[in-house]
């Protein structure tokens, strides 16, 4: 039985003063944890369903899928920020 490899990566959720006295406001919401597929590199959130959709050109461009990722990229997570 192979076991499974589990990615864990943190996120800021308090503010940062950098030292030019910029804040950046930290949005993080704690610890994710991801699964490693290691065949194919991909990761995906461990115990979160996800749909696998294949995207046009143009459907990648679109305000729906600016809704799930605001940069533009792929994978996305299915849960809209606006």
């Given at each position: 039985m192979r076991?499974?490899?589990y990615i864990y990566?943190?996120?800021?959720?308090a503010p940062i003063l950098f030292g030019t006295g910029k804040?950046?406001?930290?949005?993080g919401q704690g610890i994710?944890?991801?699964?490693?597929?290691?065949?194919s590199g991909a990761l995906e959130e461990a115990g979160t369903p996800y749909e696998y959709v294949v995207l046009t050109k143009d459907?990648?461009?679109?305000d729906e899928h600016a809704a799930r990722h605001?940069?533009?990229r792929v994978p996305?997570?299915?849960?809209s920020s606006r």
């Open positions: 076991a499974e490899t990566v943190g996120t800021y959720t804040i950046l406001e930290g949005k994710y944890r991801y699964r490693l597929d290691r065949t459907e990648g461009r679109s605001p940069l533009m996305a997570s299915g849960r």
